[in-house]
Nanobody, 118 residues
Framework: QVQLAESGGGLVQAGGSLRLSCAAS????????MGWFRQAPGLERERVAT????????YYEDSVKGRFTISRDNAKNTVYLQMNSLKPEDTAVYYC???????????WGKGTLVTVSS
């Protein structure tokens, strides 16, 4: 059974930084794409950043380009999201996602709250 454990959320002032981590367990994740999504109150969940199974390809939502960096450590089955220059509009619950690239099955973490105060 796949389990995803997120950590690193919290309260930070605008302009500050946070680093989210997501440790995956239950199988080998080297063939899985990994990423982060977020959902703010009253809004739909949106993709923030994703990284390919070997780290060679990344995607960033336009509003976070240049501020957020996604990375992964396959030896630790962990994906990270370094968030710099945070803005109040980044406030949301952030969800870790892993996707089996062969079956397109998605797995989700429970989410970690990021609150950016102005």
């Amino acid at each position: 059974q796949v389990q995803l454990a997120e950590s690193g959320g919290g309260l930070v002032q605008a302009g500050g930084s946070l680093r989210l981590s997501c440790a995956a367990s239950g199988r080998t994740f080297s063939r899985y794409a990994m990423g982060w999504f977020r959902q703010a109150p009253g809004l739909e969940r949106e993709r923030v950043a994703t990284i390919s199974y070997n780290g060679g390809s990344t995607y960033y939502e336009d509003s976070v380009k240049g501020r957020f960096t996604i990375s992964r450590d396959n030896a630790k089955n962990t994906v990270y999201l370094q968030m710099n220059s945070l803005k109040p509009e980044d406030t949301a619950v952030y969800y870790c996602n892993v996707r089996d690239i062969l079956t397109s099955v998605d797995y989700w973490g429970k989410g970690t709250l990021v609150t950016v105060s102005s």
